[in-house]
T-cell receptor
Framework: AQSVTQPDIHITVSEGASLELRCNYS??????LFWYVQSPGQGLQLLLK??????LVQGIKGFEAEFKRSQSSFNLRKPSVHWSDAAEYFC????????????FGTGTRLKVLA | DAGVTQSPTHLIKTRGQQVTLRCSPI?????VSWYQQVLGQGPQFIFQ???????GRGNFPDRFSARQFPNYSSELNVNALLLGDSALYLC???????????FGDGTRLSIL
């Protein structure tokens, strides 16, 4: 069955520290991969996407993610976290043939210490 | 350009009632998808409509239905509401299946 696993439910980092959020997927083919961020009471904002090509993708707000096919992973990174990055982060996958059905992980809640 | 807009933002209903949620996609987007996000979980796919036709359905009961209008806006209907239907309902639009979905801020539905 297709699934997305985000192993860390909560992560706390200090402002200015580096960040890595983990995402592993189980899929029958090379998927499309996404990271979204959700602030309290808000919808989802797209941070970045991987469709094909360069496995290191750059997104908004200084985030990047690396697709590793051998590890079925798509981890999100940021070299220096800002207090405004505190939010919930969701990894999602979709079939690379093109589909509107996204499968989301359960999310990682990020807390940033001043 | 305006993003995906959803109405209402909040809604309180009682068990057994019916509810209609509305979504206007980004201008030029012909696809609308609906997701249910229960507190503490990731969004779960409910429906997808493209050019007014249903193109996908998630694992939800028949109490859930949707439609898309000629202007590509969409409605999600839920009948015979249960306590477990309490959730944030998200609408997403896309210009094609090979482009990412953009989400609205959702409708928070509370069932008493």
């Amino acid at each position: 069955a297709q699934s997305v696993t985000q192993p860390d439910i909560h992560i706390t980092v200090s402002e200015g520290a580096s960040l890595e959020l983990r995402c592993n997927y189980s899929y029958g083919a090379t998927p499309y991969l996404f990271w979204y961020v959700q602030s309290p009471g808000q919808g989802l904002q797209l941070l970045l996407k991987y469709f094909s090509g360069d496995t290191l993708v750059q997104g908004i707000k200084g985030f990047e993610a690396e697709f590793k096919r051998s590890q079925s992973s798509f981890n999100l990174r940021k070299p220096s976290v800002h207090w405004s990055d505190a939010a919930e982060y969701f990894c999602a996958v979709a079939h690379s043939s093109g589909t509107y059905k996204y499968i989301f992980g359960t999310g990682t809640r990020l807390k940033v210490l001043a | 350009d305006a993003g995906v807009t959803q109405s209402p933002t909040h809604l309180i209903k009682t068990r057994g009632q019916q509810v209609t949620l509305r979504c206007s996609p980004i201008s030029g987007h012909k696809s609308v998808s609906w997701y249910q996000q229960v507190l503490g979980q990731g969004p779960q796919f409910i429906f997808q409509y493209y050019e007014k036709e249903e193109r996908g359905r998630g694992n939800f009961p028949d109490r859930f239905s949707a439609r898309q209008f000629p202007n590509y806006s969409s409605e999600l209907n839920v009948n015979a509401l249960l306590l477990g239907d309490s959730a944030l309902y998200l609408c997403a639009s896309s210009s094609s299946s090979n482009q990412p979905q953009h989400f609205g801020d959702g409708t928070r539905l509370s069932i008493l």
